[in-house]
């Protein structure tokens, strides 16, 4: 399936919107992950990075969700996006959340190892250890995935997970490796990686950079003052982590942008 051919104005490189939300732009084509466009998620507020706007990012050629947690998969921002843009979701994902049922026909439902041609990249799922339940009761449903992007170059969007055996398997070598290594709150559960593992991770998948993201931007109303360093700190630990073990890594600030690697 294309879903749309590349356009002109969207240079590649990738953009962070703070959380999980990115756009990934390569030949032309751009995707956006895990959208969270406003400035709530239920108790959670953005306290740091404006609120997503600027070129594509209620316009892009697709969006990618990795699970149903409402700050991946947030119903909100899903309706502030163009109405014809596809949806790729886990298989299952209807029926783990009935909610997307208002967006029926634009989601494109994937399986662990199948892939979509969307423009000019190729976008493959792959496995994620993590809860993939909109809420921690009844059955997995819809499993949690990551991503990756492929066109000129390999992007790697790891959704929300923890290390599992076979990552760099499924995986590959990649150029760009955008790795969660916080949470939203102050504390991080299971299915989670932090910055040390988020390393680890990174050099599994051989990434030519890496960039933290899932940290630093939402936060329990009341709670600033709880645990600073678990919204602070991740990014700049993770890239210490990572150039320790070899691998190039920088931090972005919520709405920071990077070109093709080692810019």
Known sequence: MNTTAGRDDAPSGVRW????????????????????????????????????????????????????????????????????????????????????????????????????????????????????????????????????????????????????????DHVGPVDIALLPVGGWGPTLGNGHLDPSRAAVVARLVAAGLAVPIHYGTLWPVGLDAVRPRLFFGPGAEFVHHAQQAGIDAVELSPGGELGTPHE
């Open 17 to 168: 919107l703070g959380h999980a939300s990115t756009l990934i732009a390569d030949r032309g084509t751009v995707v956006l992950t895990d959208p969270v466009l406003t400035d709530r998620v239920a108790h959670l507020r953005r306290r740091r990075g404006p609120t997503p706007s600027g070129p594509h990012v209620r316009n892009p050629d697709a969006v990618l969700l990795s699970h149903l947690h409402a700050d991946h998969t947030h119903l909100p921002s899903l309706r502030l996006l163009d109405p014809s843009i596809p949806i790729v979701t886990p298989w299952g994902a209807i029926d783990g959340l009935p909610a997307l049922r208002r967006f029926a026909d634009r989601l494109v439902p994937l399986r662990i190892g199948e892939e979509i041609r969307i423009g000019s990249v190729t976008v493959r799922a792959v496995p994620a250890r993590h809860d993939g339940r909109r809420w921690r009761r009844g059955p997995e449903l819809a499993q949690a995935i990551g991503f990756v992007v492929e066109g000129d170059r390999r992007t790697y969007f790891a959704g929300d997970t923890d290390l599992y055996p076979g990552l760099a």
